[in-house]
Every structure is written in C-alpha cells, then in structure tokens.
C-alpha cells in the first residue's frame, strides 16, 4: 500500500509535464507532479530555452550598439561587455520564470514530490529524495521526462573546455576560438552568442548543410548570412575525437566520406549534436513500458504506453523535440483523461531558429513535396523589398510559401528574417483552417509592417507580388 494516493502523477516538470499537471489540476484531478531538480521547469526552464534565449537578446543588443547602431545616425562610445552582468541578468530570467511555475503549483494545488522516480508497477512509484524514498501511487502516471544531451564517441564533455548546451550557456569568460559540433538549432544558437561577444567559432558539421530538417533554401540562406556574420563553416566532416590540454582543446577532423585526418585546436568546445530521450533510472521494465529502437517510449495517438494507465508526452516519446509540441500533448492528454477530446496536427508545429535573423519553418519542405510527388507552387518575397524592415535596418532574408499546384492550399511556409519566429504564427492560424495562399493575399495587412512580406508572398504565388 502506498503512502499517497493520486488521480494523476506527472513524472517531469518541463514544459510537457507542468502543463499537464496544471491542466489535470484544472479539470478536478488530485495531481503531482515529480521532479527532481532544485527548481521547476525542467531543461527549458532552467539550462535550455528560457537561458538561451537571455543570452541571444543579451547579445544582440551588445553587438548593435558595438557594431550597427551607427549606421541609423547613433553615434555609441565605450561600449563594453560585463559578461557577469549579463550573466546575472540571464539567471534572474530563470528564477523568474521557475518561480512562476512553482506558484502556479501552489495556485493549482499540485503537490511537487521532489526526487526522482522509479515504476515498482504501472500505478506504483518510488520517489528518492533528500527525506528518502516515498512510496505513492495513482490512476494515471505521465512520463513527461524529457530528454539529454546527445553523446559523441571521442568527446568528452567536462562542461569546462568540452561544454554542453549547459556549460555554453554558463561560461565565465569569453573564449578566444570556440568549436561548435553540430549545425543545428542549438549549436548555431549559442555560437551566434559567444561570436557576437567576441569568440572566433567554427561549426562542424557531419552532412552538408546547416539546419538539416529545413527547407534547403533556407539552410543555403541562412549559412551564407552567418558566413557574412563572421562564423565558419566546416560541412561534410566528422569529429572523432577531443583532448584537452592545459587551456585548450584538439580536435581530430576527417571527411564524412572518409580521407585524411587533421586537427583543429580550440579554446573551448560546444558538442550540439542533439538530444535523445530521457528514461534512465525509470525502472520501465518493471511497468510493461515498451521503448523503441531509439530509447524513447512507445506510445499510440492517445499517448497510451503499452502499460495501463501510463503515458508519456513530449521529448521522450516520437516527434520534434520542442517544448511546445510537448504543451500541447500535456494539455491535449488531460483533457483526454477527463473524457474530453483534443486535437495537435504534427504537420503544424513551428520551428524557430533563434538566431539574428530568426528562422522559422512550418508545414512541409520543397524537399518534402518533391519525395512525395506534390505538385506545388512556390511565392518569394525579400524583406529588402519590405519598407518597415528597411526601416529598421533588417533586410536579410525572404518569406517563402509553398502552395498545392491545383487546390492553393498553403502547404509549407519558411522564413529567413527580423522576428521570423513571431510572423509564422499568422501561418500556423492560417493552415490550421486550411487557408490557400489567395485567402492570405486578400487578407489586409497593416502597413508599414513586417507581416506584409508575408502578404506580398502569398501574391508571388501567383505570381503578382505587388512591390518587386
């Protein structure tokens, strides 16, 4: 017998598994919720988005007043890095948002079992924390635990010359040469950081390209942008393996394809190769709970485990690893639990690249279209040729909309510019009501705006854009 009983308990307070707590809550179930950090909110929370973030805005304004700020008539002397401020800044970011969550706990009446959980059975759990092990069990437990940090053969992270996406974000000082493994949304984010506050960054790539899961337009773009910016490029080439020494880091380099081996020699390394799902020390065997192939947990289109009465949402089961593709599931599988219905098109969920310009995808890529044999047509637009990014001095990068070649429906949308990440919502509202590329043309944008190049897109299309 267990010393607590719940109607639901949620394993993991990230993004996924505090939602659902709040909405299971909500809904008039006696929820908690597991998590065994110090703090709530899980890796986004507290080492991932929300920090990252911090740090991205942090930069950007330090490198425009440093770099750009003249060339819109303000003059700007003296200006000077304080990495422990910005720091400071980054960490009170965090609490912020940490706090929030653990007061919409308490407003919710969500107990926060702090430890770290293991199945005994599919309704039983064993929480081993600071006070001992707990024994409590429920109707309905969620795996909400995320996932970690990809490893790679040969490196070594250290989090002090070899970093992950922890230690990048934490580092005391500025690194003169720094090495990015992996050319993704993480590693091309927290490179822009540090090569905004000076450090030469090279990003090394195994495939070809940059931001592989995007459009190829949009990757071409966006690396040519970032080569433009100052960073390097090292595609096609494998890292296999990394010694620290003293002060600095070797890396062994080769082909992709195979070839000749060569070394590069860094202050500090960034491995960015990505994410995989986190079930260690859930004792899943002892539920019935199935993993795949890739260690994430099985589940069906309701989120069923192959165990009764357990689920699991977000990073550690299928599908993009985006905290809020796992919201979504969190919200959508209370309500399921409560008899409700719900509804997430996978094909719909937003990418953003929060790097300066932003990237952002939604929908299918050409690429996509053309392996599956749809006809399409595809509307550009330049933001050079967009009056409100001309006057704010953000003209790199276009709107690009793929449209059915005989229905008009918007299939894909992908954009390279100023708030990017902000103009795909106007598209994701859009295709989730099926909306062709003419239902976007005839709707009125303000003006002078940034949505605009969207508008101007949707006319390309049909090849009318009215301003180029």
């Excluded at 720094?178 to 090569?195: D, F, K, N, S």
């Excluded at 954009?415 to 509202?429: D, Q, R």
Aim: hydrophobic share 40%.
């Amino acid at each position: 017998m267990s010393d607590k009983h719940y109607d639901v308990i949620v394993i993991g307070s990230g993004p996924g598994g505090y939602v659902c707590a709040i909405r299971a809550a909500q809904l008039g179930f006696k929820t908690a919720c597991v998590e065994k950090r110090a703090t709530l909110g899980g890796t986004c929370l507290n080492v991932g988005c929300i920090p990252s973030k911090a740090l991205l805005q942090s930069s950007e304004k330090y490198d425009l007043a440093k770099n750009h700020l003249d060339q819109i008539g303000v003059s700007v002397s003296g200006v000077e890095l304080q990495l422990d401020k910005m720091q400071g800044f980054k960490d009170s970011v965090v609490k912020a948002n940490t706090d929030g969550v653990s007061y919409l706990f308490k407003k919710n009446k969500i107990d926060w079992l702090k430890g770290s959980a293991s199945f005994t059975d599919a309704h039983t759990l064993v929480i081993t924390g600071d006070a001992g092990p707990e024994t409590v069990s429920a109707t309905h437990i969620v795996i909400a635990t995320g996932s970690e940090v990809m490893p790679l053969d040969g490196v070594a992270i250290d989090e002090q010359r070899v970093v992950s996406s922890t230690g990048a974000l934490a580092l005391s000082e500025v690194p003169k040469r720094m090495a990015v493994i992996g050319g993704g949304y993480i590693g091309l984010e927290l490179g822009t950081v540090w090569h905004r506050l000076g450090a030469e960054v090279t990003v090394i790539e195994y495939l070809d390209r940059v931001l592989p899961g995007m459009d190829g337009e949009v990757s071409k773009q966006m690396q040519k942008i970032l080569s433009k910016q100052g960073l390097t490029f090292r595609l096609s080439t494998r890292v296999t393996g990394a010694e620290a020494s003293g002060e600095t880091v070797t890396l062994s380099l080769e082909p992709a394809a195979g070839g000749s081996s060569e070394t590069l020699e860094v202050d500090v390394v960034l491995l960015a190769v990505g994410r995989r799902a986190h079930t260690e020390g859930l004792n899943a065997g002892a539920a019935g709970i199935k993993l795949d192939e890739r260690g994430r947990v099985v589940t069906d289109h309701r989120y069923r485990t192959s165990a009764e009465g357990v689920y699991a949402i977000g990073d550690v089961r299928e599908g993009p690893m985006l905290a809020h593709k796992a919201e979504d599931e969190g919200s959508m599988l209370a309500e399921l639990l409560a008899g409700q219905s719900g509804h997430i098109d996978y094909d719909l969920v937003p990418g953003v690249v929060y790097t300066w310009p932003e990237v952002a995808s939604i929908g299918r890529t050409e690429e996509q279209l053309k392996q599956a044999g749809t006809g399409y047509k595809v509307g550009k637009f330049p933001f050079s040729a967009n009056g409100r990014a001309r006057a704010m001095a953000m003209t790199e990068g276009f709107v690009k909309i793929l449209a059915d070649q005989e229905t008009d429906r918007v299939l894909g949308v992908h954009i390279i510019g100023p708030e990017a990440g902000t103009l795909i919502h106007e598209m994701a509202t859009a295709m989730e009501f099926s909306a062709s590329a003419e239902d976007i043309a005839r709707t009125c944008h303000a003006h002078p705006t940034l949505n605009e190049a969207v508008k101007e897109a949707a006319l390309a299309v049909e090849g009318r854009p009215i301003h180029i």
